[in-house]
């Protein structure tokens, strides 16, 4: 299990929930795993009624399947939402790129160029739960960049049927290519070419069409049929 630091700021309820979901997206909890209560709130030091609430909404968002008798499982990997969200996340981040090639700071290329640079060194080193995350700390800063937070939590519910599949990428996929579509997008907003940078978002996104069957045929125990 992935031991995620607590925010001074946040609820049991808020923390119960951002717990979840960055052990379902790094598969820490498989899809098709059965949760124990007990001792998911006992990890987290907190009661049961706040992990409860934190489930209700992942339930919501379909990344939870609740069993009347049996209990709470992490849904299996959903082929159509996995789509509808990386369709989501196409159109946002196209629109958010756009703004931060116009409006980039040189602080900000650096902070960018510095996160790559962290990602090429995980990638030689093949350290797949390093990459995930700064390829995620990577797409976020474009949205501060844009001035765009508020969005990128917004859509964070629905990402996760993605996400996963991209965990799953990290580890399947031999010729990860990710950490070089990340290179080509931060020259495009440096050179504050916004139909490249778009173009190059939109292909980035779409690598799980050519990834997606390599990724099923791998771990078809983690999909619904």
């Avoid at 996995?82 to 409006?103: Q, Y």
């Avoid at 093949?126 to 474009?142: A, G, P, Q």
Wanted: contains cysteine; glycine residues 2%; proline residues 3%.
């Amino acid at each position: 299990m992935i031991n995620v630091e607590r925010i001074p700021s946040e609820s049991n309820r808020e923390f119960a929930l951002r717990f979840l979901r960055s052990n379902i997206v790094t598969l820490e909890l498989k899809p098709g795993q059965f949760l124990s209560e007990n001792e998911l709130a006992a990890d987290m030091g907190i009661s049961r009624t706040p992990l409860r609430e934190a489930m209700i909404d992942l339930n919501k968002s379909h990344v939870i399947e609740t069993f009347p008798q049996r209990g709470s499982m992490v849904s299996l990997i959903d082929s159509k939402l996995v789509e509808e969200s990386r369709f989501i996340r196409e159109v946002l981040d196209t629109a958010v790129v756009e703004i931060a090639c116009m409006v980039a700071t040189p602080e900000d290329i650096m902070n960018l160029e510095a996160n790559i640079k962290l990602q090429e060194f995980y990638l030689e080193n093949y350290v797949t739960d390093k990459l995930l995350s700064l390829d995620n700390d990577f797409h976020r800063m474009i949205y501060s960049i844009a001035d765009k937070d508020s969005t990128y939590e917004m859509k964070s519910g629905m990402m996760i049927h993605y996400d996963r599949v991209r965990a799953l990428s990290l580890v399947t996929v031999k010729d990860n290519k990710n950490v070089n579509d990340h290179r080509l997008i931060l020259e495009a907003i440096k050179n504050k070419n916004v139909e490249e940078a778009k173009a190059l978002t939109k292909k980035h996104l779409s690598r799980y069409d050519i990834d997606k069957e390599e990724i099923k045929k791998a771990y078809p125990q983690y999909y619904k049929e």
